[in-house]
Each structure stands twice: as C-alpha cells, then as structure tokens.
C-alpha cells in the first residue's frame, strides 16, 4: 500500500461549490461531490453545502466516529444531534413512511468518498532556484516526505527532478521529512518571540543537475 495523499487545510477549503465539495473531519479528507451529484435538489443537502471546504469534526463523536446525538425533549428519545438542521442519510426524529433507508453505508462511513489525511500541522517554507534565482514559498504538510513536497513545487519548476534538493549545504534524502532531514519547524519559536516567519524561513537551495527531464 502506497503513502496516503496529505492535504492542507486551504487545499480542503477551495472545494467549496456544490459541484466541487469536499469537507474534512477526524482527521480526514472527503470529496463529496459525488453524493451531492446523487441527492442534487434534496432540502437535506443543504447543510453539508453549507459546510463545503471546511471541517465538520464538531457533527461527530470522535469516540464512537458516528454522529453526535442528544436526548430529544419532546420524546426523550436518543438522535443525531443536528443544529445546522437534518442532512443526508440521517433519520427523520419521528417515524416517517416516506424515508428511505435502503442506502446502504451513510456517506460518513463510506471509504469511497475519501481521498486522503487532513495534516495535523502546516508549515512555510522557501526554494530558491540556484540557477534561475528564482524563490517560491510555499505551504506544506509535515507529514509530507521531500518527494511529496518536490510534487507540490512542480507547478513552479516542471524540472525540479531534475535538482539536486539541499538545506544548509547538504543534501536532502527525499523519502524523509522536512524535519527527519532536519529541518525543524520553528514556527512556535517565532511566535513567541514575535519573530516574522516569512523574513527567516528556513531556505532550501535546488542545485540544477546536466539529466534536464522532461516536462
């Protein structure tokens, strides 16, 4: 089994049309476009639209992974506790002949909606192309391995293949981390000194190699 596919937060948050939606919660990352495609025009669709790019790990028991419930006080019954109002694949709080319970999995449960893990914590960093001097920035995950972070970049550099990846002089091994390569992530140190991240970002340097791959 491959590495599981790491997204930011702002890369959940521009999937936020009906036609493009993704959320996150309890960790990971969900395209339920679509669900939306299949229940398009349904009234129970609105509050996952509402929730589209965003994070909805608050609708669930992070024990159970099911969505929270409450004590309703008209029938002192246990269900789904929903205040943004009822949604998809969630039952009606009262006996209803019309709900169709033949859908299977709920969509929350459904491993087909999912395309990867919510990473834990972000960061900055700056590359600087030795040959051209060019310098992007660019936020990462730091579960992310250098190769995974070389792919986020080739929309900068098509041929960062083929560069030699370096930090402080020596050479990065690609299938470690920023911070297995020791690159520590200093952004709460820069807090508390009320230091601007983005003026001492930690820099890695691309060394242009003579095997030009193509684009």
């Given at each position: ?8 937060p702002n890369e ?11 959320v996150s919660f ?190």
């Open positions: 089994m491959g590495r599981p596919k790491y997204f930011t959940v948050s521009v999937h936020s049309t009906v036609d493009d939606l993704w309890l960790g990971k990352v969900y395209n339920l476009t679509p669900l939306c495609e299949k229940y398009k025009g349904d009234v129970l669709l609105k509050p996952i639209i509402q929730a589209a790019g965003k994070d909805i790990s608050h609708w669930f028991n992070p024990k159970t992974k099911e969505i929270r419930t409450h004590v309703d006080p008209q029938t002192g019954c246990v269900i789904p506790y929903c205040p943004n109002g009822r949604f998809v694949h969630i039952p009606p709080p009262y006996p209803d002949s019309d709900w169709a319970n033949d859908f299977g999995r709920p969509w929350w449960r459904d491993e087909g909606y999912l395309v990867g893990i919510l990473s834990k914590k972000t960061r900055q960093i700056k590359i600087i192309n030795t040959l051209t001097s060019q310098e992007h920035q660019i936020e990462v995950c730091t579960e992310e391995i250098m190769t995974e972070i070389l792919e986020r970049y080739l929309k900068y550099n098509a041929h960062a293949a083929s560069y030699t990846w370096k930090y402080d002089g020596n050479n990065l091994d690609m299938l470690k981390t920023l911070t297995e390569n020791g690159i520590d992530d200093e952004d709460e140190e820069f807090y508390q000194l009320g230091m601007n991240e983005d003026t001492f970002l930690q820099a890695i340097h691309l060394y242009f190699n003579d095997d030009l791959t193509e684009a």
